[in-house]
Structure formats: structure tokens, C-alpha cells
């Protein structure tokens, strides 16, 4: 008797034709992709630069009425006094703590901050509510526990010369940006005040 191997359908040796497909980019294709991803990257970069180049007078400026507020916030809360010193010849501000009565020696364990201003943010003329103003040297605005010894302006010009104004009111201890040449409240003697 003959034994027949038989195999089922399903387990029967198929012979199929294996297709390699070749998964890859031709050179042009990849050019392509990277001309285009440079010319992204470089559109990227000039917006952001743009916009740094803007931000540049904004983030000068707010530094400077930050450091103002902190120093008029701190003196008032404290019995400590502050000072924010405007150099216009350097361009440059600095707040320091006034811990000696000689109050024309800035001794450099004071200096709290010291800021360069760059040729986007630059300082023109300050000018006090007293009517004294300076277009260069030093500016002093000084904080105690009472507020601000003076009020004024800083008067600042961007890189554009459009022309803005840190207020600072000596009734009010908030420092605020305007735009323009603000016009400056000036306190009213006592004896031209009529009741």
C-alpha cells in the first residue's frame, strides 16, 4: 500500500515574485526640499531680527521705568533712600541705594543697576517739575520713604526719532511711557493758588 502525501491547499509552497521598492529621494527632490527650507530659514531670521530691532527701544525703555518703580516702591516701604542717576553725555543709568550723606560720591556697593542704552533707545533731556532740565550731564531723580524728591521727564527718542517721555509725578508713584514730548505738570506755588 502506497501512502500519498497530500498537502493541504493553504500550506502549498507559493512561488511570488518579491518586489523591492526602492524608498528614497532623487537629488533633485532633495534640493528642492532643501532650497525651500533655506528659503524658510531666511525669511524666519529677518522677521526675527526685525522684531528684536524693534523691541530693542520698547525693552530699553521699560527697563528703565522698571528700575524706577522698584526704586521708588522699595524707598517707600522701607527707610531706605534710592536714587536713579540719567547720564545723557554716556547714555547710561544706574539706581543705587544712597547709604552715605555725601550724596555726590556713588560708592560702587551701592550701584544696584547700571545700564548702557544702545542707538535704538536714546536719552535727550530730562527736565524736573521745578523747571530745571539738562541736555547732558547727570539727572538725579531721588526716592525716599515720602516718594520722589522731584518729579519730571525723561525725555527719550527711538531709533526712528520719534520722541517719548518717562513721566515721573511726584503725587503719584506710577512711572508711565508717553508718547511725544509730554507736556510736564509743574506744581503751583502757594501764594498764586486762590481759594
Known sequence: MEISRKTPYNCRVRHQVIR??????????MLVVIVILSLLLVIAQVNIFTMLRR?????????????MQSAINTATQSERRYEVIVDLSEQTFL??????????????????????????CRIV??????????YDGRAKFRAGRAGWAYGGKI????????????????????ITL???NHQLLKPVPKDEISI
Open 20 to 29: 523591492i521598492n526602492k524608498c528614497g529621494f532623487t537629488l533633485t527632490e
Open 55 to 67: 523691541n530693542t527701544f520698547k525693552s530699553q525703555a521699560q527697563l528703565l521705568i522698571s528700575t
Open 95 to 120: 539706581l543705587r541705594q544712597i547709604t552715605t550723606p555725601d550724596l555726590s560720591d556713588v560708592l560702587e556697593e551701592e550701584i544696584i543697576i547700571n545700564e548702557n542704552l544702545s542707538e535704538n
Open 125 to 134: 533731556s530730562v527736565e524736573f517739575d521745578d523747571g530745571d532740565y539738562t
Open 155 to 174: 525725555v527719550l527718542k527711538d531709533e526712528h526719532d520719534q520722541y517719548y517721555s518717562i513721566v515721573v509725578n511726584r503725587m503719584n508713584r506710577i
Open 178 to 180: 508717553e508718547n511725544g
